[in-house]
């Protein structure tokens, strides 16, 4: 299972990067193995500023639809709208294509708040 070190994680399986107050967020190897197949993602909070935990969207796999959580508290200011025609970039690349959003982050500290990849790696059993 891969958990980069250069990345933060949360307990709902976002992975988070972080450029100055510029987060970018997609979901982990872990989960998307956990959906299977992603069918479709939605982000229809672009523009909208949100707390930490709020619901930003949803992922759709095969099997199930799942919702995702804001890691950090800000403004969502980009989707990766990749995704729209190619929605499997977040099955074959999570780290990288599949990235899901970026947030200017209105609170730099809650990155720190996050867990760390050997966090994250125990809490996954990896």
Do not use: C, R
């Amino acid at each position: 299972m891969m958990v980069p070190n250069n990345l933060k994680y949360t307990k709902d399986h976002e992975w988070v990067s972080i450029d100055g107050d510029i987060a970018t967020v997609g979901i982990t190897h872990f989960a998307q193995s956990e959906l299977g197949d992603i069918v479709y993602v939605e982000v229809e909070t672009l523009d909208q500023t949100l707390e930490k935990d709020a619901v930003f969207g949803t992922v759709e796999a095969v099997k199930t639809v799942s919702d995702l959580f804001l890691p950090l508290s800000g403004e969502i200011i980009e989707f990766n709208e990749d995704l729209e025609s190619n929605p499997e970039n977040v099955n074959s690349d999570p780290y990288g294509k599949g990235w899901m959003i970026k947030i200017k982050v209105s609170d730099v500290s809650q990155y720190d708040e996050l867990l760390d990849n050997e966090a994250y790696a125990s809490l996954i059993g990896a």
